[in-house]
C-alpha cells in the first residue's frame, strides 16, 4: 500500500501546487521539496524489508478482461531510482526559488515537476508492463511540456524534437510489450522476468531489439542522441532533473530491468557494450568542443549514458553493481553541476565559458564547488565519480569470453574517460584562470548555493563513505540479474587494474587538457551537427508538408471537395465487397408489397423536385413530404410508432426550418457549373447504387433473430407493456434511450451555448412584463400585447415583426389543446398501444413551434416553457428512476411496479416516469430550437441584404 | 426489392445534395441521409412480417427491435438537423467577414 500512497502523495502534492504558490509565490518550492522528502522516506521505511531479498509489492485490478492489473512493487533496484528521483527532486525543488524569478510562471512548472517526479516514480515501480509503458509515455510527455513550458519560439523546434524522439521509442516499447504479453500470455513483469526461459527465440529477438530501441531513444545513445542537447533550451532546473538526473536514466533502469530476460545473450550484449561505448566516445568528444556550459553538460551526459549502457553490457554481478553505483553517482554530479551553471548565469548572465575567465575572483564559492562536482565527473578522488569509474573500469575488463574483448571494451572506456577529464578539466580552468571579464559580479544568496552545495558535498563525501550504499546497490544488482554475489564497494581496493586504469586516465587527460589549442584544431574539423539529427529534421518538415498537402481538400470553403473522398470510399468499398463476398444465404422471397412501389414512384417524384428546385420554401416542403411518404411506407411496415414518430418530427423540422429561414433569400445558392453538378450527380448515383447494392445483398436473407423472438414472447409478460417498441424503449434498453436523451440534451445546450449573445439585440431583450430574461434562454422578445412604446431603442421595424399572424394564432388557439391533450393521451398509453415519451414529446413540441410561427414576440402559456428548466426536470427525473432501484440492491434503471392503491386500476411501473424524463428533454429540445432558431425577433443588423439581389 | 431502391434513390439525392453548394442544401441533405439509414434499419429486421408489435405476437409480427433503433435514430436526426441549423445562423450571424455569395442559403 505504501507504494500507492506515495504515488497518491506526490499526485496530492501537484495538486496543491496552485494553493501554495498563491500563498508562498515561488518560495513553495521549499515546501515541495519537504514533501518530496517525506514521500523518500516513506519508501525508505520499507528497507529493511527489500534488503532481506523480499519485494514490496501492491496490486488492484484495472483491465480484468486482458489480465491486466495495475501492480506496482519495489525491489532494490527500484528503490535506488525512485530515491534518485525524489532525492534529486528535493535539491531541485529546494533550488527552483532562487532560481524562477519572482513574477514567472512558477506554477507551471512546480505542477509540471511534481507530475513528472510522480510519472517516474510509476515508471520504476511498475510491475506490469502496460503500467510501466503508461508511464513510460507520461514521462515523455511531461519532458516536452517542460522543454516547451516557457513557449519561446525557440524552445518549439527542441521541444518537438525530443517528444518525436523519445515517442518513437515509446512505440518501440509498446511493440514490445505486445510482444511479449503475446507470447507469454501474461503482462505481469515480475513472472516476465523471473522465468527468461520461456521466451521462444523469435520474440526474443524481436521483444529485445525493440526494448533496445526505446531504451537507446529515452537516453540518448547515439545515433538517437542529438534530442538531448537540443533539450537544453529548458530552464536550467529542468535540465538538472529530466535530463541529467533521472528521466535520460529511465532507459538505464529498462535495460537493467529487462537484464534478466535477454542479458547473457551475445546480440544483446554486444549491441550494449558497442553502442553504449560509441556513445560515450562521440559524446565525450563533442563535449570537448563546446563553450556554452550548458551544452557541455549535455553531450557529457549523453558520453556517460553511454558509459552505463556499455556496463549493463557486461552482464557481470560486479558491473550492475558499477552500473547502479555510477547511476547514483552521475545523478548527483551533474545534477550540482547544472545547478551551478545556473547560478553562474544567473549571476555572470553568460554561460560562455570564453566570457567566465578568472570567475574565482568574484565568485571562489561557486567556483569552488563547481570545482568539486567537475571532480567527481572526471572520476578523481576522493569523489562518489572515482568510486563509481573505478567500478566501471573493473567490471569492463571482465568482459565474457574472449580475453581482447575485454581489453578493448575497457579500452575504449579509458579513451572516454580521459575525453571526459579533458573537459571537466577544460570546465574548471575556464573559471578558475585568466583575466575577470566583467565588473560588478558576486556570489550569489546563500539560500540560492545551498542546494547545490549540499549535493556537491554529498557526491564527495560519498566517496570515501561509498559503504553505505553497498548493501543497497549489491541488492539491487542480484535484483537486476540473480546471479551471484556483487562485490562490496569500498573506496579502496588496493593497487588494481582499475586504479591503474584511472591513473593513466589522469595522465593522459592532463596532457589532452595541456595541449588544449592543438586538440582543439583537430576537433574543430569533426562535423559539428550529427548528420542524424539533420536528416530528421528534413523528415520531419517533409511529413508535415505532405500532411498540409493531404489536407489541402478539407480546407475548401465547400463540403464537396472532403466529402469526395469518403464517397468515393464507400463506392470502392462496395466494388471490393461485391467482388470478394462469398454466396449470399438466398433472399426468403421478396417481401415487397404494392403499396411499396407506389411509394417508390411518389418518392422518385418528390425527390426530382427536391434536387431540381431553387426556392428555399420549396425545397423544406418537398423535404417533408419525403419524411411523409415514408412514414406511410412504415405504416404498412407494421412499424406504427416509428411512422407517428417520423410524421410528427417532419412536421417539427419543416417548423423549426422556417422559423431559421424566416426574412432570409427565399432563393438557395446556384448549382454551380455544369461539370461541377455532372460530377456531383455521377458519385452522387454511384454511392446510391452502391447503398441499394448493400442494403439488397444484407437484409430479407435471414429468419427473424432470436433477440427479435424473446422480446416478441417476453415483453408482455415481463413488463406488462403490449407495445414491445416502447417496451425495450423505456424497460429493456433504458439505459440506451437514457443515453439518447442525453444526446438530445447536449444538442440543446449547444444551441444554447452557439445562438447567445448577439441573437438578441438589447432592442429585444429590453424588460417587459412577460419577457424575463432567463439563463439558458435568450430574453424573450417583449410580449405581442406590450405598447411599442415601452420597448426602449427598439428598431422601428421589430414591432411589426412581433405582431402575431391572425390566421396563425386563431390555429394555434384552437389547436395547441388539442395538441397537448393528444400528447398526454399517447405518452400516457405509450406501453399499451402506439404512443410514448418520443411521440408525445414530439407532438407537444409541435404546439410549441406552432405557437412561435403565430406569435413571434412569445406564444401565451407554452411561449412561457424554457428549455433548460425541462431539459434538467426531464434528466433529473430519469436518473432518480435509474438510481432508486439501486437502493434496494438491484441494477441500475430496473423498472419498479407499484399497484394502484385505491379506486385506480392497474399499476404503475417506474418506466412511465423515465418515459416521462424522456418527454421533457425531447421537449426541451424543441422548446430550445423553436426559440434560438427563430430569427424573425433577432432584430438583425440593420440593412439586410435584399432578397432576389443575388 | 423495393427497400434497397428507396435507399438507393434517398441515398443518392442525399449525397448530391450534401455535394452541392448551400448550407440549406447540407441539412436536407443530411435529413435525406438519415431516412435512408432508418429504412435500412428496417429493412435489416426483414420486411415480410408486417403486422405491428402491439397485443400480442403472431407469425406475422415484425422485428421489434430494429423499430426501437429506428424510432430513437429519428429523434438523433432530429437533433443533428437542429444542430446543423443553429449552425447555420450561427454562420450567418457572422457574415461581417464573409464574402456576399456565401450569404446564401
Known sequence: MILAAVLAWQLLLAGVVPALTRWLGRDAGYLLAIGYLIGAGLLLTRLPVILDDRAVTVSWPWLPSVGVAAGLRMDALSLVFALLALGVGAFIMAYCPRY??????????????????????????????????????????????????????????????????????????????????????????????????????????????????????????????????????AITPVSAYLHAATMVKAGIYLLMRFSALFGGRWAWDVTLIGVGLLTAIVGALLALRQHDLKALLAYSTVSQLG??????????????????????????????????????????????????????????????????????????????????????????????????????????????????????????????????????????????LAPAAFAAVTATVLGPAVAVLSPL????????????????????????????????????????????????????????????????????????????????????????????????????????????????????????RPGDWLVLALLAVTVAGLLTTRSALAAVALTGVVGLLLSAWFLTAGAPDVALTLMLVEVLTAVVVMLALRGRPGRLAAPGRPPGVAGGALLALLVGAAAA??????????????????????????????????????????????????????????????????????????????????????????????????????????????????????????????????????????????????????????????????????????????????????????????????????????????????????????SLVFDLGVYLMVLALIVAAVRRLDTAPSGRVPGPVPEGVR | MSAPLIVGVLVAAGVFLLLRPGQLRLVLGFVLLGHAVNVVLLAAGGLRRREAAVDGAGPETVDPLPQAFVLTAIVITFGITIHLLALLRRRRRGRGQRKPEEEEA
Open chain 1, 100 to 233: 524562477l524569478s519572482a513574477r514567472g510562471r512558477h506554477t507551471d512548472v512546480y505542477v509540471t515537476m511534481t507530475l513528472f517526479a510522480g510519472a517516474m516514480l510509476g515508471l520504476v515501480l511498475a510491475d506490469d508492463l502496460l503500467v510501466l509503458f503508461v508511464f513510460w509515455e507520461l514521462t515523455s510527455v511531461l519532458s516536452f511540456v517542460l522543454i516547451g513550458q516557457d513557449g519561446r519560439s525557440a524552445a518549439r523546434g527542441p521541444a518537438t524534437r525530443a517528444l518525436l524522439v523519445t515517442s518513437a521509442g515509446g512505440l518501440a516499447l509498446l511493440a514490445a510489450v505486445v510482444v511479449l504479453a503475446g507470447s507469454l500470455g501474461t503482462t505481469d513483469l515480475d513472472r516476465i522476468l523471473a522465468e527468461p526461459g520461456l521466451l521462444a527465440t523469435a520474440p526474443t529477438v524481436a521483444a529485445g531489439a525493440l526494448v533496445l530501441l526505446a531504451a537507446f531513444t529515452k537516453s540518448a545513445q547515439v545515433p538517437f542522441h542529438f534530442w538531448l542537447p537540443g533539450a537544453m533550451v
Open chain 1, 473 to 592: 546497490v549489491e541488492r539491487a544488482a542480484s535484483d537486476a540479474r540473480p546471479q551471484g554475489q556483487a562485490p562490496y564497494l569500498a573506496f579502496w581496493h588496493g593497487f588494481t587494474v582499475a586504479l591503474g586504469l584511472s591513473a593513466l586516465t589522469v595522465v593522459l587527460g592532463t596532457l589532452l587538457a595541456g595541449y588544449r589549442r592543438r586538440t582543439d584544431r583537430l576537433f574543430a574539423a569533426l562535423p559539428t551537427a550529427p548528420p542524424f539529427a539533420g536528416a530528421v529534421e528534413r523528415g520531419r518538415q517533409a511529413l508535415v508538408r505532405f500532411g498540409a498537402l493531404v489536407a489541402r481538400p478539407a480546407r475548401a470553403a465547400e463540403p464537396g471537395p472532403y466529402l469526395a473522398r469518403p464517397l468515393l470510399a464507400v463506392v470502392l468499398l462496395a466494388a471490393v465487397a461485391a467482388m470478394l463476398a462469398g454466396p449470399l444465404p438466398a433472399p426468403r422471397g421478396d417481401p415487397s
Open chain 1, 693 to 910: 447494392a448493400g442494403t439488397a445483398a444484407l437484409t430479407g436473407r435471414r429468419e427473424p433473430s432470436p433477440a427479435s423472438r424473446w422480446y416478441l414472447r417476453e415483453a408482455e409478460p415481463a413488463t406488462g407493456g403490449d407495445n414491445v417498441v416502447n417496451t425495450i424503449l423505456v424497460d429493456f434498453r433504458a439505459l440506451d434511450t437514457l443515453g439518447e436523451a442525453v444526446v438530445l440534451a447536449v444538442v440543446a445546450v449547444g444551441l444554447v451555448a452557439l445562438l447567445r449573445g448577439p441573437a438578441r439585440p438589447p432592442a429585444g431583450g429590453a424588460a417587459g412584463p412577460t419577457a424575463v430574461p432567463e439563463p439558458g434562454t435568450a430574453a424573450p422578445p417583449p410580449g405581442p400585447d406590450q405598447p411599442a412604446a415601452g420597448r426602449a431603442g427598439a428598431e422601428p421595424t421589430s414591432g411589426e415583426r412581433h405582431r402575431p399572424d391572425p390566421v396563425l394564432a386563431l390555429a394555434y388557439r384552437a389547436l395547441a389543446p388539442v395538441m397537448l391533450g393528444a400528447s398526454a393521451v399517447l405518452f400516457l398509453r405509450g406501453h399499451q398501444e402506439t404512443g410514448g415519451g418520443f411521440i408525445g414529446a414530439l407532438l407537444a413540441g409541435t404546439a410549441v413551434g406552432l405557437g412561435q410561427l403565430a406569435h413571434p414576440g412569445g406564444a401565451p402559456l407554452l411561449g412561457r416553457l424554457r428549455a433548460v428548466p425541462l431539459l434538467t426536470t426531464g434528466l433529473l427525473l430519469a436518473l432518480a428512476v435509474g438510481l432508486a432501484p439501486m437502493a434496494a440492491g438491484r441494477a441500475f434503471l430496473t423498472p419498479i411496479k407499484v399497484e394502484a392503491p385505491g379506486p385506480l386500476p392497474g399499476s404503475v411501473t417506474s
Open chain 1, 307 to 448: 558509459l552505463l549502457v556499455g556496463v549493463i553490457g557486461v552482464g557481470t554481478p560486479a558491473s550492475d553493481a558499477a552500473a547502479i553505483l555510477y547511476t547514483i553517482a552521475h545523478a548527483l554530479f551533474k545534477a550540482t553541476l547544472f545547478m551551478l551553471v545556473g547560478i553562474i548565469d544567473h549571476q555572470a548572465g553568460s554561460r560562455d565559458l570564453r566570457e567566465l575567465s578568472g570567475l574565482r575572483r568574484v565568485m571562489p564559492v561557486t567556483v569552488a564547488l563547481t570545482a568539486l562536482a567537475a571532480m567527481s565527473m572526471a572520476g578523481l578522488p576522493p569523489t562518489i565519480g572515482f568510486v563509481g569509474k573505478e567500478a566501471i573500469f573493473e567490471a569492463l575488463t571482465d568482459v565474457h569470453g574472449v580475453a581482447w574483448l575485454g581489453w578493448t571494451a575497457a579500452g575504449l572506456g579509458v579513451l572516454a574517460s580521459v575525453l571526459t577529464f579533458a573537459y571537466a578539466a577544460r570546465l574548471v580552468y575556464g573559471l578558475l584562470a585568466g583575466p575577470i571579464r566583467q565588473r560588478g559580479l558576486h556570489e550569489p544568496a546563500w539560500s540560492f
